[in-house]
């Protein structure tokens, strides 16, 4: 629900995005049954992109593994491009503990996360039935993360090779 | 080789140990063919366990999606238990950064990380062929480690229900 | 207000408590005029404790730096003694962030952080007049932190020399 | 002698550098009597600068007081621009859990904090009389780190308003 909503504010500000679910990936080095896509596919998307948006639930105030397992599976893509990082839980706190974590993995990737970050509480009353986030100030936050970006993807841009 | 040696120490200590290696486990929702223990067998040895010492090394400055995935498969087991933490890396800086991370989902899951941690540098040279670990000063860390799990267990040990 | 209303919370449970405000002491290595007591003092305090209660602000996703100035003060007197941790913030989050920080210095520094945390968002409403807590979720928590640092105290000190 | 070291490799570089030690400073709201320069003077020099370097030692895994408490005292003159972090030890280690700590208080302010981030391991051997680093290895992490904070000042520059 919070990557679908991302995704189409993405597509509203003309950002042509592609929507990757760790469900789709071989993980774990297991030739899961349930992987409908390869590790290379995944790869390309990376090398293609200008910026991410990473949308994580936090599990035990980390990471989920199977998100950790997807961004180690790819080095080289990530270099000078920006990340905007999405925490998401059931809870009062929004991921905020997950996402100090995941600052620290992706300055090691070589990604550039953005500020703000976004932290989504209370997730399961957080949407209305059409899918749109019901808290105005989180919307407003949503969109200073994506400007964030795509500004920085803009900037940066003319330096990778 | 780390986990191996740290099996060893345990068992020159009388301490009964069972080795987990995350192999073994089908992760991330998978039906793993490699798989040949179900995450049941790792819930009832958590809940057997006085204590643990997780071995496990540093990607990305985070620690590994599987690790993750096999420490959130259970929650009820850990209360109360101690946790000797030990970082590996090929590099100079043994997993210390890594090891800051998992302090916190430690705690998250209810596990008391004990001090000191073991941080395993260039663990290429840092074994003879026999496996003995080869710095004595890491060796030293490595038995206070064990006598901190050991001590914190006997002490913690009454009070759990 | 928060560290007062603790501070109460302990007395009723017939805890001796001593308040240490970091502004009563001389920090960074200054003659600081409004210093009223020595670090002489606060280590004999931490010494004599059998336990720890932390309450602090999150600054920039941080600790303030004059609670690091007065924990680094001292070395010796936290081995082996309970820490339950209160982040305080004016926004949503109540300094998460600031806490899983603050769990990774307090192992460092050999005390135990004990779960759960306490976390105060939105402090200036988040009392009433009387310094009584307003929601009852929340009281709730500290209660059960401060059962767990005394349980603890009790099962550690034994073996503490 | 770290801070000097990278003083020395930002001249030989054309690049204006000033030295902000934290010493000079009034910190923790004391009228500090050693301190020579004022906060508004600190943030002047953070608001004309188009990027930083940070050095710092790690205490009980932690950064300094000192160093937080200077940070916090400027919040609008951070943004957007490159920050390259040293961490220093005693030990082996180097700092490395500061740094990760640092990376998201730096994130927090505005900064980009670049990577490769410099680890200077038991600093007392790390350094000749001449001040020079002993270790080349180390030299060329500390030119990487520099020239990246001046890629990113570079593009970064013209977005700031």
Tied chains: 1, 2, 3, 4.
Excluded: C, W
Aim: net charge negative; charged share 25%.
């Amino acid at each position: 629900m919070v990557a679908d909503y991302i995704v189409g504010r993405l597509k509203a500000r003309d950002v042509q995005t592609d929507l990757i679910d760790v469900a789709d990936y071989p993980l774990a080095g297991t030739g899961s049954a349930s992987a409908t896509h390869s590790l290379d596919h995944y790869r390309r998307i990376v090398e293609d992109a200008d910026g991410f948006v990473i949308v994580a639930p936090e599990y035990n105030h980390g990471y989920p593994g199977e998100l950790k397992l997807l961004l180690d599976s790819d080095h080289a893509g990530y270099r000078h491009k920006p990340a905007g990082l999405v925490g998401v839980s059931a809870g009062r706190i929004g991921g905020a503990r997950m996402i100090g974590q995941l600052q620290v993995v992706s300055l090691a990737l070589g990604l550039i996360p953005v500020s703000p970050t976004v932290l989504v509480s209370e997730v399961a009353s957080a949407f209305d039935r059409a899918g749109e986030m019901l808290h105005e100030s989180q919307r407003e936050v949503v969109e200073r993360m994506l400007e964030e970006v795509e500004a920085l993807a803009d900037r940066l841009e003319p330096g990778r090779t």
